[in-house]
């Protein structure tokens, strides 16, 4: 793997322009089920959602296309193709086919939805669904078009709640909405005319919004007849942004910042691993602990082939004096309270309280095997994700408990590894998980450093109560794994600028809020890749790869982070010192618009920048001490640092 992969030589890094050709601007984001998540114009990122829903009697909806985690659902490579099916609580069942095209005159939809018989009659005959409705369902945000009005009706858009909530119903061919301002105008349009209806809503979970209700069939849906649907989404304006004003104090250091690494769980040969290593500067890592694998093989003269990739890319790492975390995510049946009753990768399974001991040897050994063989032994030690159990599960007590016993272990043996504290799933409030190890000296005592994972974002008070936690344990914070969407694996729906957008405020706000030593990326493999592999092994990198290695490379690893400030909420800041050297990044998750920068030492400056269009484009800027003025495109990243 990495330097010594046999395909090394194949692998070839296109030319930016090849690499950022024949992409053209995205205009909208879909989930993983192919349902609308938000539609782009002018760098301004609207969040209009839309999917196909079924209103059983009742009033009870549902939606056609479901989205959560391990929902069957079918994407096309990674075309804006989709097709999938949905079972339903009263045993109905539906199957839906969803195509997107985006061009100059909007953001297409071709679709369909079909009934499916659950409980065929005889002869072929099946019962039809007990339906209210089938309809495309279109939420628009509020906000952005309250105190607007309707077109070609003229008819208003209601800023307070009108008396039927219902305030449009009209059977059209198109129709839009234009804000009460005259700068935005979404228009929509349908293969023919259909019955719509525009509502005013505001539901306790989503909030409030303009609900658009296009009417596909009323009453009872007959199976196995599809209901198809033509729409065109066209999303037109202009934005009024203001100046970004930007501050950054080289002199006032906040807190340590080691790097950002990458996640390395890697399930199966690819070159993606020796090209992260190659092309990014990681500065942390971590690797998965193959139990499975090792309980298997250990006795054998030669390990299997996942076994050696991984140590290999542990030696690798080690050479690199790059630090590393070893994660334990399964285990062998044997060893769970419940052996062979449950899928692999359930939930909160326990370690059966008898096999602990032979627990204890599968991983010492395993590191005595590392070390002995490769030279390497890892920094830190964790269960995945322990609070939510994936797939190993302890409570705060229990978490308390197997840091004491794997630590004293380790201890007694000569390791220099010591235990991670948390690695939580999530950071919403999940610092509370560690509070009874982190009251415990014992379990203290082996403790190295402590941890959350940053999937489904959270609040700068949840953030900072991991970053409180740290502080007052006196150890190094690291973000194990930094992600947005848990589930955009499926379908890769991580796949596109918007998403990397998404991933590159993440990580300023970890930086102002969490205060990390450390951030890990979910991960530097095929899993999330920043990369697509072509033909012949060929590595073409994404826009999210270009605005990872301006993180990665362009933040000189251990360093400060340093005060830095901005006055615009989608302009976001961070900036890090070391010695002489200055990076500021600055995030622009919006329109184009200028930002005058303070506080950057007079001289000349390397100014690097990504675009959809473009990835790490290089200028230089010249400044006398006082404050500069930047250009800020539209959805990008510049990051200023010093030459």
Known sequence: MGGTHPMKTLLVLLPLALATAGFAAEQATYNTSGGLTSLIAGGVEIPVRGEFQVTFTGGVRATLQPHQQRAKTTRTGLELRWKGGSPFQNGDQSEFAVAWTESDTGVSLDGSVTAVPAFPGPKGFSFPLDTESVDYVIDVPRASFSGGHLEPSGQEIPAAKPADPTFFSATVDHFALVDAAGDWRLALSFDRAREVTVTDVWEPAAGRFYRIDIRLRSGTWKTDEPLNLGLTLRLTGTAHPADAVLSVNPAAPLYSFDGFGGDYRVTRETPIVGYSLDNLRVSWARIDFNAVEWDRERTAQDPGPRLQRTFRLMRRVQDAGIPWILSLWMLPERFYTDPNQRPPGTFGRRIAPERWPEFLDLLTGYLAYVKKNYGAEPDLFSFNEPDLGVSIGFTAETHRDEIRRIGARLASLGFKTRMLLGDTANPRDSHKFVLAAAADPEAMRYVGAVSFHSWGNGTPEQYGAWGDVAEWLGLPLIVAEAGVDPGAYENSAYDSFAYGLKEARQYQELLRFARPQAVIYW?????????????????????????????????????????????????????????????????????????????????????????????????????????????????????????
């Open 523 to 643: 991960q530097f493999t095929d899993d999330y890749a920043l990369v697509r592999v072509g033909p012949g092994g060929v590595i073409e990198p994404t826009g999210r790869f270009w605005l990872m290695k301006q993180f990665v490379n362009l933040s000189p690893t251990r360093s400060k982070v340093v005060a830095s400030a901005s006055d615009q909420p989608d302009v976001l800041v961070s900036a890090f010192a070391r010695g002489d050297t200055l990076a500021v990044h600055v995030l622009n998750a919006g329109p184009e618009r200028d930002a005058v920068l303070s506080g950057l030492p007079a001289g000349r400056w390397r100014v690097v920048t990504t675009t959809e269009a473009s990835g790490f484009q290089e200028s230089t800027a010249a400044t006398d001490g006082t404050a500069k003025r930047f250009h800020l495109p539209a959805r990008s990243l510049t990051t200023v640092v010093s030459p």
